[in-house]
């Protein structure tokens, strides 16, 4: 187990992210960002994940009180093309067909801030899911649970669409929304915690 040396900040909203923290013993204060998530022009999903997680981080900081800060992005991408959270029911049907028996990769980035340093360290890590051929009925059901709404890609493998991955290939927590070992390696790394 690990165990912060003093309050980490989690620039973010997700409950999932607060939760996987606390399970490696981790206690955060939780403040969400009001970063805009949109990606440049031809930017690369995991520099834009990582570039947002430091915004999110920074920009938190800038109006709380606290030295560690740590921001998260996590995005779904397919063939290039990136997947955010879905505006609405209908975009996450539409998400869920395109990723229906294909393989896709999660993207997570992320950034621990140390505001007394002014120094971010972080990284972007890719998980590869595959996702089993989808009947038009569980997405149709699946997406009238609202689940989909506040995740990327339009699901969540925690949850009620566990049973629509074949497999996976890399972090399970990143797909959750959190790489967990490099984060806490991260967190110690930088003297935010310790073993």
């Not at 939760?19 to 031809?42: F, K, M, Q, T, Y």
């Not at 990723?99 to 896709?104: E, I, Q």
């Amino acid at each position: 187990m690990v165990r912060a040396t003093e309050v980490i900040v989690l620039a973010s909203a997700s409950p999932r992210r607060a939760a996987l923290l606390r399970s490696a013993g981790i206690d955060v204060r939780v403040v969400a960002s009001g970063i805009v998530e949109s990606a440049h022009p031809g930017e690369p999903p995991g520099d834009y994940a990582r570039r947002l997680a430091g915004a999110k981080a920074r920009e938190v900081a800038s109006r709380t009180s606290g030295r560690f800060y740590l921001g998260a992005d996590t995005v779904v991408v397919l063939e290039g093309a990136i997947l955010e959270k879905p505006l609405d029911a209908f975009e996450a049907a539409a998400m869920l067909r395109r990723l229906s028996g294909r393989a896709h990769e999660v993207v997570t980035g992320f950034e621990v801030y140390d505001r007394g340093a002014d120094r971010g360290v972080g990284a972007a890590v890719s998980t590869r899911v595959w996702f089993r051929r989808l009947h038009e009925p569980e997405v149709a059901a699946y997406v009238a649970t609202g689940e989909p709404l506040d995740k990327a890609g339009g699901y969540g493998i925690q949850e009620g669409a566990a049973s629509m991955v074949e497999r996976i290939e890399g972090s399970y927590t990143n797909v959750v929304g959190l790489p967990l070992a490099e984060v806490v390696e991260t967190l110690v790394r930088c003297g935010a915690a310790e073993w």
